[in-house]
């Protein structure tokens, strides 16, 4: 079997589908293992993002990119032989010579509409429609997406095969000594909570901030730190902070390097993430897997990725979430429990599982009579 598999999503999508994009790429040998030969198709060097070049750049690599889905990636395959094309970002061609394969990672545009710019709700609605018109296979990244896919677009579930993700191997447990290196080289004082992920309202940061003021007023000596770039809806998030009076105590880093946000985990009192909604929630298995504490919500898919490995709390509620950040504050022999449970949790996810499962997806969609696999 033939795949032509698209992997110009690493460039312009940052955080969860850059990894999986990679992850899948990288993992040609483990294809090759099981009969698919993986082809793979990316935009020239000179056309990927750059934001240092401007916004008529910027234009000009969307326009291309546009052109790219819907003429060459179709050419490629016609050229290449492929048998089936599979595209882990957003966008799928209007027209394949081919089958289509697709990765939906979530369909929280059309959950929380609010959590958005409008014109963002309209794009990303259009996309997600699209894909659901066209791939013969959709995959997801959980049941919970799987089951929204299938309740908020009509795709029957068994067109939706589940292949759960997995931490990089980067992602484990740190030496003090690197530990305390990487924080003086980030001018990161410790100890400190840790939060990362993009800074926007679903990431509910604002009720991160109040319970960390709590704290705060009654003598923490912990600090706060976000790892992440501000999305288009951060200024709200950003003021929070000063109206806290927290100016003094967050810090935010930006983009980190995943050798260092190894470390960082790995020095973290807790890692925070009561996100109000994920498809999967790739941080919180990164935090397990360096051996961090994990408090996160009790919705979405967060139950099935942290389980019993993580405080779970309800993420509209401060101060259970107070009470959680101040457990593990205070309580040395809790969170060697949970470090326990969730180096123990990480191990169930892998990377060779989840091509594994993909692989299964792609027979399934040139046999259109298989039943989509529910899951690992």
Request: aromatic share 8%; net charge positive.
């Amino acid at each position: 079997m033939r795949v032509l598999f698209d992997t110009s999503p690493a460039e312009f999508y940052p955080g969860g589908i850059s990894v999986y994009t990679h992850q899948l790429a990288q993992g040609k040998p483990a294809f090759a293992s099981v009969g698919v030969t993986l082809l793979l198709s990316t935009l020239p060097a000179h056309l990927q993002p750059d934001g240092s070049r401007g916004l008529r750049h910027k234009y000009r690599v969307v326009a291309w990119d546009t052109y790219y889905t819907h003429a060459v990636l179709p050419a490629r395959a016609r050229s290449a032989g492929a048998d089936l094309i599979h595209t882990p970002g957003l966008r799928v061609p209007l027209r394949a010579p081919v089958p289509l394969v697709a990765t939906i990672y979530d369909v929280i545009p059309l959950i929380f509409p609010e959590l958005f710019r409008r014109r963002d709700v309209i794009v990303l609605s259009g996309y997600l429609r699209q894909i659901a018109r066209s791939a013969r296979v959709v995959l997801t990244i959980s049941e919970q997406s799987r089951y929204d896919i299938h309740s908020r677009l009509g795709v029957p579930k068994e067109r939706i095969a589940v292949t759960y993700l997995a931490a990089s191997a980067v992602f484990a447990p740190q030496s003090a000594d690197r530990i305390r290196a990487t924080c003086e080289r980030l001018g990161i004082r410790m100890p400190y909570f840790l939060c990362v992920g993009t800074i926007e309202p679903r990431k509910n940061l604002s009720r991160v901030m109040e319970a960390f003021a709590r704290l705060r007023s009654r003598g923490a000596p912990h600090r706060l730190v976000l790892v992440g770039k501000a999305g288009p809806l951060a200024a709200p998030i950003l003021a929070a902070a000063t109206r806290l009076g927290l100016d003094d105590a967050i810090q935010i880093t930006g983009f980190v390097a995943d050798e260092d946000l190894a470390a960082l985990y790995s020095g973290a009192t807790a890692f925070v993430y009561p996100s109000l909604y994920e498809g999967f929630g790739l941080p919180p298995l990164e935090a397990m897997s360096c051996g961090c504490p994990v408090i996160t919500s009790n919705c979405s898919s967060l139950l099935e990725v942290v389980g019993p490995a993580g405080v779970q709390v309800d993420p509209y509620n401060v101060p259970a979430l107070m009470a959680a950040m101040e457990r593990l504050m205070n309580d040395p022999a809790f969170g060697d429990e949970l470090r326990h449970r969730g180096l123990e949790r990480a191990r169930e996810f892998s990377w060779q599982r989840c091509i594994a499962q993909t692989a299964l997806a792609y027979e399934q969609a040139l046999d259109p009579r298989r039943a989509a696999s529910p899951g690992p």
